[in-house]
């Protein structure tokens, strides 16, 4: 089992703090096209930016490009530790005359500085070693966890548990924004790796080993994030990292049953998940069910994928080719499971949390497919703040809203007897997710009313009268538009959004 001792990490420190061993270091040394081709997947230019980089270039060949170097070039790029420390902690192994790196080492950076992340070398630089990956092999830095990082509310908080924590890269994004972090994993190997990570780093994490909430039974946190081993399938585990040995979703459900139990209240939690997609059944209706009462819950659908893709993806993610016998044997025996449970298609997308002790929850889920820059996590937060607000609100006939200057609308026309007729009309969000929807004419008309001086009751008056419509008609049209577009940000309450965070 793998031992970063204080004493070992902060010498390692030091020596990549020397030498720039850092996210704007590396991006430095080996410039943008060559860092940009790296995270493709293709080595070569940075090798050869590398090799006029000294002591950095040798780390970057090690440590990112799984390279094999000389113990006296190894040793000058790791001072002040000693090769043989770097040797007998297992961060670097022999290579005949030459050593390469045992554990993969790499930067990590988000806007307001760098860290460095431990695991185990990736399929792709272990095939000197000769041996398969190992059932629990510590995973790096994924898409699934920085999709994570991204949905992740980042609003201050007291108390923060990364539930699974892995390698640690969701408790070190946490600790920018908690005053106290607790780490758990049911993998021994993986609490032993993240407890390197936070030591390189100077952090102080509680790490706690046990399977899912049971080492931290009769605890409350104030925000809980977990990247579960949420791959559908049969009940095995051929990798922890993925792998619950619960059938179908299971894992999901678990976590999104039990989680809002160990909440403080007013509370959240952010989760990444899979469900299934099964014949003659609505997946809207599947995901609602795992929710406990008095739970806000939002589901984000990002992505569905079908059986064949699915199962070819989590070989390759394990350094299985599909074509080998194993690969082979491996894929039969999952893409017959899918048939006998008659799964046509899994989801996977982020759940938000909120504890909010309330006889009205709300449970939306929603499709988001389509592309957007801005982080999840904020929106998350704010999707809570105006939930809370609606439920807290119910007489919206009182209020005053606003329509946010990142709103716009677009009307499509058509040719008509008195000339362009407008056919479509669709309200777009400028911001965050990108949300749209389709509007007639009567909405469009009370959005334009919505400048923060009268209350929807006077503007529905107003309507009313233009319209010769009879004004208890076009509110109980009204407020169910109301309510969503407030639930999506696209309508304002006049005296601001409190933070319920």
């Known amino acids: 089992m793998p031992h970063f001792?204080?004493?070992?990490?902060?010498?390692?420190?030091?020596?990549?703090?020397?030498?720039?061993?850092?996210?704007?270091?590396?991006?430095?040394?080996?410039?943008?096209?060559?860092?940009?081709?790296?995270?493709?997947?293709?080595?070569?230019?940075?090798?050869?930016?590398?090799?006029?980089?000294?002591?950095?270039?040798?780390?970057?060949?090690?440590?990112?490009?799984?390279?094999?170097?000389?113990?006296?070039?190894?040793?000058?790029?790791?001072?002040?530790?000693?090769?043989?420390?770097?040797?007998?902690t297992g961060l670097l192994r022999a290579a005949g005359e030459r050593v390469r790196a045992g554990f993969d080492v790499r930067p990590?950076?988000?806007?307001?500085?760098?860290?460095?992340?431990?695991?185990?070398?990736?399929?792709?630089?272990?095939?000197?070693?000769?041996?398969?990956?190992?059932?629990?092999?510590?995973l790096g830095i994924g898409q699934a966890s920085m999709s994570l990082v991204r949905a992740t509310s980042r609003r201050q908080v007291g108390s923060l548990l990364d539930l699974g924590t892995g390698n640690g890269v969701q408790a070190l994004h946490s600790s920018r924004h908690a005053g106290r972090v607790t780490a758990t994993d049911v993998s021994e190997r993986a609490l032993a790796i993240a407890a390197g990570t936070f030591a390189l780093n100077g952090?102080?994490?509680?790490?706690?080993?046990?399977?899912?909430?049971?080492?931290?039974?009769?605890?409350r946190f104030d925000q809980i994030v977990c990247n579960p081993p949420f791959v559908v399938g049969p009940a095995r585990v051929d990798f922890?990292?993925?792998d619950s040995g619960l059938a179908g979703d299971d894992a999901s459900a678990l976590v999104v049953r039990q989680l809002p139990g160990f909440l403080e209240p007013g509370g959240t939690g952010h989760v990444l998940a899979s469900w299934l997609h099964r014949d003659g059944e609505d997946w809207t209706d599947r995901v609602s069910g795992w929710v406990p009462p008095g739970t806000d819950a939002w589901f984000v659908q990002r992505d569905i994928a079908d059986p064949g893709l699915y199962v070819g993806t989590w070989l390759r993610d394990a350094g299985i080719d599909p074509r080998s016998p194993l690969g082979r044997d491996q894929a039969a025996g999952w893409l017959d499971w899918f048939a006998e449970n008659k799964v046509d298609g899994v989801g996977f997308g982020f759940v938000t949390l909120g504890r909010g002790d309330t006889d009205h929850p709300t449970v939306l889920c929603e499709d988001l497919?389509?592309?957007?820059?801005?982080?999840?996590?904020?929106?998350?937060?704010?999707?809570?703040?105006?939930?809370?607000?609606?439920?807290?609100?119910?007489?919206?006939?009182?209020?005053?809203?606003?329509?946010?200057?990142?709103?716009?609308?677009?009307?499509?026309?058509?040719?008509?007897?008195?000339?362009?007729?407008?056919?479509?009309?669709?309200?777009?969000?400028?911001?965050?997710?990108?949300?749209?929807?389709?509007?007639?004419?009567?909405?469009?008309?009370?959005?334009?009313?919505?400048?923060?001086?009268?209350?929807?009751?006077?503007?529905?008056?107003?309507?009313?009268?233009?319209?010769?419509?009879?004004?208890?008609?076009?509110?109980?049209?009204?407020?169910?538009?109301?309510?969503?577009?407030?639930r999506h940000g696209m309508l304002l309450p006049a005296d601001g959004m409190p933070d319920a965070g």
């Open 369 to 486: 497919r389509h592309a957007y820059d801005d982080p999840l996590g904020d929106e998350a937060a704010a999707w809570l703040d105006r939930v809370g607000w609606l439920r807290e609100h119910p007489d919206l006939l009182a209020e005053t809203f606003l329509v946010p200057d990142s709103v716009a609308l677009e009307q499509i026309s058509a040719p008509g007897e008195d000339g362009w007729q407008p056919t479509i009309r669709r309200l777009h969000r400028t911001d965050g997710p990108g949300w749209q929807h389709e509007v007639d004419e009567l909405v469009s008309s009370l959005l334009a009313g919505c400048q923060g001086a009268l209350p929807l009751s006077d503007l529905l008056g107003l309507l009313a009268a233009a319209y010769g419509e009879p004004v208890d008609a076009l509110a109980d049209a009204a407020l169910p538009v109301v309510r969503e577009l407030v």
């Open 5 to 88: 001792s204080s004493e070992f990490c902060a010498r390692l420190r030091e020596a990549f703090q020397r030498t720039g061993y850092d996210a704007d270091g590396v991006l430095a040394a080996i410039g943008g096209h060559a860092h940009a081709a790296l995270t493709r997947d293709e080595p070569e230019l940075a090798h050869r930016a590398s090799l006029d980089a000294g002591d950095l270039g040798t780390l970057v060949r090690l440590f990112l490009l799984g390279g094999a170097e000389t113990g006296t070039v190894a040793a000058a790029a790791l001072a002040p530790l000693s090769l043989d420390e770097a040797i007998a």
């Open 108 to 138: 990590h950076a988000d806007e307001d500085g760098s860290w460095w992340v431990i695991s185990d070398l990736e399929p792709e630089h272990r095939r000197w070693l000769d041996r398969e990956l190992p059932t629990d092999h510590v």
């Open 203 to 219: 952090l102080d994490v509680e790490l706690v080993q046990g399977e899912w909430f049971a080492p931290v039974a009769r605890r």
């Open 240 to 242: 922890t990292y993925r």
